[in-house]
């Protein structure tokens, strides 16, 4: 029968799936976990990351050879204001390491 569904119920669908994940898959102290997914469907893309992962939508254009990256998803780095409130709100604690020397 394939998918079917709203654009609506897909993306509350995939946010779901996310959420559900982060609540019951193990935790380590140390560090968190990172996940991507491209879900085509008919004639649009979904796009659903968690962590500092990345992923890329490109289009290879045959006649010219020539190759365009459209969209690229934003990795949920802790160094990022938004990033490091979201996690701290949920009672995470977000450590940086110390660069240089």
Same mark, same amino acid.
């Given at each position: ?30 560090? &968190?976990? %990172? /996940?991507? @997914? ?13 962590? !500092?992962? =990345? ?6 254009? &045959?006649? %010219? /050879?020539? @190759? ?13 204001? !938004?990033? =490091? ?6 009672? &995470? ?9």
């Amino acid at each position: 029968k394939g998918l079917q569904g709203t654009v609506e119920e897909i993306s509350q669908a995939l946010t779901e799936t996310f959420i559900e994940l982060d609540e019951t898959a193990p935790a380590e102290e140390s560090g &968190g976990c %990172t /996940a991507s @997914v491209v879900l085509q469907h008919g004639p649009k893309v979904y796009f659903a990351n968690a962590g !500092d992962s =990345r992923s890329f939508l490109v289009v290879y254009r &045959g006649k %010219t /050879a020539t @190759v365009e990256i459209i969209y690229v998803t934003r990795e949920d780095k802790p160094d990022l204001e !938004d990033e =490091r409130e979201r996690v701290e709100s949920r009672g &995470g604690q977000v450590y940086l390491p110390l660069r240089g020397t």
